[in-house]
């Protein structure tokens, strides 16, 4: 099969044909008909997290066709997603307490065994998700964990109906967050550079929209930082009113700078990471994404055109959410 290959960090991804996966129990192998791109695979990519094992197929945004190994739940031909949360051991205390997503032994798609970037992906048939026949290929690749993962962030941030909510950056996760939070009637206020994601902002409801360095005019609630940077979460906590929460949407943080403790964490305001997802989270937000109609507009790119797909997500050039089509 044809697939884009990770040998070496910051070496750009070779086009070349692979042996394609072969069955193995309680898997599926997949035809991948669509891969989006994450800012997560430009951080294994770049090294910000280690490499475990190369050469690797990265992408972890999957949406694919059932080819081998059918089950009564999943028939050949079904259309399936598969997210980041790629398999978990199901017996560590982490899954015993349904936590999944902070499994002691976990499965990263696209990181810890190959992903998407391919024209086949071999899955585990557990984790992977049944998809909204509303939404098509390209449509429904972003919501898999840019959509999936702001989702959690909403909920790790405890956002209730009405409340006010900052949103900072605003890439693929913020720009589907912010409709979820539009569905729960909440007031949304976004700070990002980027004029083009001023403007999405404004089209897709924000009741107030600043630069990276403004500072809302309210006291909010939550706030979701987006941005691989401490100091934007810094921002961010200086924008909450009393026992407000944080919520980081990163995988890795470019540093924590010191800050002023009586200042920006007393008042009982709480800093929290998000990490990896569980599938409940995953069938509920594609739930929920097919009743409100989320649909984000992608920028596609080919299979051979796998480096600059990385590339405008690394200098958010494209319009949109990135997407890899075999
Ligand atoms: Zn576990
Ligand atoms: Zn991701």
Redesign the pocket.
Known sequence: MKAAVLHANNQPLQIEEVPRPTLKPNHLLLRVLACGVCRTDLHIYEGDIPLIHQPLILGHQIVGEVIEGATTERPAGTRVGVSWIGG?????P??LRNE?NL????TFTGYTVNGGYAEYALVRSDFTFPLPVTLDNTHVAPLLCAGIIGFRSLRVAGTQPGERVGLFGFGASASQAIEVLRHWNCDVFVSTRGQSHRDQAAQLGATWIGTEDDKPPVELDRAITFAPSGAVVLSALGSLRKGGVVAINAIHLDQMPAFDYDKLLWGERQIRSVANMTRKDATDYLELAAEIGIKPQAQVFSLDQANEALQAVKNETANGPVVILP
Do not use: K, Q
């Open positions: 978990t051991d199901g017996a560590c982490f899954c999944e499994c002691d032994d976990p």
